[in-house]
């Protein structure tokens, strides 16, 4: 299975960026990294994916490195409603996403 | 609709009953999954049907049982289950079949304890 690894936790003050980073040490060429968050008492939510470029949508971007080997997800104004934990994937062609530990972000006013 | 429903939202079910989970969407997707998330752990894969087929089994204990009878209707149903199966079951869908790439989405979970 193809493993991640993100940082336990981070916090941000609110209204500033957040760099969320993962590390894809197993990722193979056919890949695609996602990522999703997961407020309390909630289902996995969608934030993003891609394969190789940078992507950009209305909730965040993410920037992966040209070896692919690690990506980050950027919140560019991070919000107290962006507490929630994390979770970057990568998977081949989009076969079954097996998440990882997570990063727990703190938003703190 | 962009939901994911999943039903009952709390179970609570002794170790010799028989209980059933059930997910539905109502999207058009062609893959749907069974995820198990233990408290303060990421959710673990346990199932994927595609068009209806079960394509991922990631060598669940017997006593979960999954069926997708059509497109739209996944069930989970159980018997036999022990304490440590206590947590929440989280249901998926996703558009296309299995090796599309696109997002997931989830229900918000049905929170099952086991006595």
């Known amino acids: 299975d193809a493993k991640t690894t993100q940082p336990n936790s981070m ?25 999703y968050r997961q407020l309390p008492s909630q289902g996995p ?16 971007s993410l920037a992966i490195a040209e070896d692919r080997k690690s990506s980050t997800l950027i919140l560019h104004r991070a919000t107290l409603r962006d507490a929630a934990v994390y979770y970057c994937t990568d998977s081949n062609s989009g076969y079954a996403l097996n998440f990882g530990k997570g990063t727990s972000l703190l938003v703190t006013p | 609709d962009t939901e994911v429903t999943q039903t009952p939202k709390h179970l609570v079910m002794g170790m010799t009953n028989k ?19 233990k408290a303060k752990k990421p959710p673990e894969l346990m199932f994927v049907y595609s068009y209806e ?13 999954p069926e997708c009878p059509n497109s739209s209707l996944l069930n989970l149903h159980l018997h036999a289950l022990q304490p440590e199966d206590s947590a929440l079951y989280l249901c998926a869908s996703r558009r296309g079949g299995v090796v599309n790439t696109g997002e997931l989405f989830f229900g918000e979970g049905s929170r099952l304890t086991v006595l």
């Open chain 1, 11 to 35: 916090e941000s003050n609110e209204e500033e960026p957040v760099h969320l980073p993962c590390n894809h040490s197993t990722i193979s060429g056919t890949d695609y990294i996602h990522w």
């Open chain 1, 45 to 60: 939510e969608y934030v993003i994916h891609g394969l190789t470029s940078n992507v950009n949508n209305r909730m965040a």
């Open chain 2, 19 to 37: 209980k059933s989970l059930k997910c539905e969407q109502h999207m058009g997707h062609r893959a749907m999954y069974w995820y198990k998330q």
């Open chain 2, 53 to 65: 087929k079960l394509s991922i089994n990631e060598s669940v204990p017997s006593r979960f049982s």
